[in-house]
């Protein structure tokens, strides 16, 4: 097996054997960089002597029997929105193109303190706005299973860093579907945890009331021992939370018998591509032939989702980038003659357009005369949907869903916004209610495209997820691998 293929838990067994050194995998991976990147376009910052370096001191600290972390030695890349001491953090926007914190974020720290390697920032959709990765300043990422697709977004660098073996694993975000989606179109598993599990402290805020930090990987398990990594209680984020957390991954191997499996009917009335539609009724299937117990039920407020979403993450978009002013950091436009004229045009010309729109657009439903109408209705609506979903999880201990309605589509095909936002359909509703989901391969289409499946539990219970998606994942066996 290439190096670059190997997964985390294989990885970490042949380091801890030293049948390997972290210099020799990390090495490989850089090299990996080096060939497939001008193809895949998936990173804004490779940090190869800062990796070289890291992995040198990992081996030497395993050579002389100290104590390592469980990702000691693993190469690792990181969504470009997440702060790096010292290196760009970007977001991949003009606003922030020279960027370089002067501080880590709670999950940089925490992959720290296990040993980690960094390789290098991914590439995304500028402040994490968008479905494809087609709104980065430093241009588009393609799909490593068709460079003329996209990879999804907003973490598509995330994704395909990871589908085309740049890393091992990586971090991304989702506010609404940015990690699963991107996983589904490139084939690899995407964790959403549930709201407050993640620090959010150092990731650069979206939309504060959605966004979690999440992995992507090659396997359910690594996912797992990823979560169980970074989650935890953290006194910078006050919306981190207080409990005691489990250990992620305990009991994921055991069978799913008598499991129960509710399969909302509004899934299946939505436009979903033939090929996407078909894998999830095989996925129905293959459940209920592993002993689950499989019902249709129904989720009435799923059609409110999607507009409860784009006008809620758009006023919390309004706030948060409104600090971004050309005064403290980042891009300052060179033409202004007063400080009015210079806020004006920093913003204009250190934002794309999709930032523009979604900025505007919360500007509008927060404005007077149209928050009770729009912002107020949109919070009303995000209680409903989270009681829907605390009503079916008292009967189901999982739903099941497609992840995305079609398979990764062609760059530039979507000609609006509209056309673009309806890519979240089944994601949203997840980060709505604020409960976890993941996405899992379940085949390719007929063009050798892939897709997945969503599972979603209910909140700080993913555990029961992780075993359903495990049990899922052995029996679909998905071993296809992009050509690059």
Not at 137 to 147: E, H
Request: with cysteine.
């Amino acid at each position: 097996m290439e190096l670059t293929a190997l997964n985390i838990v294989q990885a970490a067994e042949l380091l801890a054997k030293k049948e390997l050194s972290s210099t020799e995998l990390t090495q490989a991976y850089l090299d990996r960089i080096e060939k497939v990147e001008p193809k895949v376009n998936a990173l804004v910052t490779t940090c190869a002597e800062d990796a070289l370096e890291s992995a040198r001191h990992v081996d030497e600290k395993r050579a002389k029997g100290e104590a390592l972390g469980r990702l000691a030695g693993i190469p690792t890349i990181i969504k470009d929105n997440m702060c790096t001491k010292g290196i760009l953090s970007t977001a991949s926007s003009k606003m922030l193109y020279n960027y370089k914190p002067v501080y880590d974020a709670t999950v940089i720290e925490k992959l720290k303190a296990q040993d980690y390697v960094l390789l290098a920032k991914a590439n995304m959709d500028e402040f994490a706005m968008g479905s494809s990765t087609e709104t980065s300043y430093f241009g588009v990422t393609k799909n490593p299973w068709d460079t003329s697709r996209v990879p999804g977004g907003s973490s598509g660098g995330s994704a395909a860093c990871v589908a085309a073996d740049e890393s091992v694993f990586s971090l991304g975000s989702d506010t609404g579907g940015s990690v699963r989606q991107p996983a589904a179109f490139c084939g690899v598993v995407g964790l959403k945890p549930t709201y407050g599990t993640v620090s959010r402290f150092g990731l650069m805020a979206f939309a504060s009331s959605l966004d979690q930090i999440g992995p992507l990987t090659k396997t359910v398990e690594d996912s797992a021992l990823v979560l169980d990594v970074i989650s935890g209680n953290d006194k910078k984020d006050s919306t981190s939370a207080i409990m005691e957390y489990p250990h992620y991954g305990e009991g994921m191997k055991k069978d799913i018998k008598g499991l129960k499996v509710g399969i909302p009917k509004e899934y299946l009335e939505q436009e979903i591509d033939p090929e996407v539609r078909q894998s999830y009724l095989d996925a129905i299937k293959l459940f209920e032939d592993m002993g689950a117990i499989v019902e249709e039920t129904s989720l009435p407020t799923f059609d409110y989702a999607l507009s409860a979403y784009y006008v809620i993450a758009s006023a919390e978009v309004a706030s948060n980038l409104s600090r971004f002013d050309g005064i403290r950091y980042g891009y300052r436009t060179e033409h202004y003659s007063d400080l009015k004229e210079m806020y004006k045009n920093t913003r204009s010309e250190g934002f794309g357009d999709e930032t523009k729109r979604r900025i505007m657009l919360g500007n509008y439903v927060l404005s007077s005369g149209y928050y009770d109408a729009y912002y107020l209705k949109a919070l009303k609506v995000k209680t409903l949907i989270k009681n829907d979903f605390d009503r079916l999880f008292s009967e189901y201990d999982i739903l099941l869903s497609p992840t995305a309605p079609t398979p990764a589509f062609k760059i530039g095909a979507k000609a609006t916004p509209l056309e673009m936002y309806v890519n979240d359909l089944f994601t949203v509703p997840v980060n709505i209610a604020g409960v976890t989901a993941i996405s899992v391969p379940s085949g390719v289409t007929g063009e050798g495209l892939p897709v997945s499946v969503q599972m979603i539990a209910k909140a700080f219970d993913e555990n029961t997820m992780f075993r359903a998606a495990w049990n899922f994942e052995q029996a679909v066996k998905f071993d296809k691998k992009p050509t690059l």
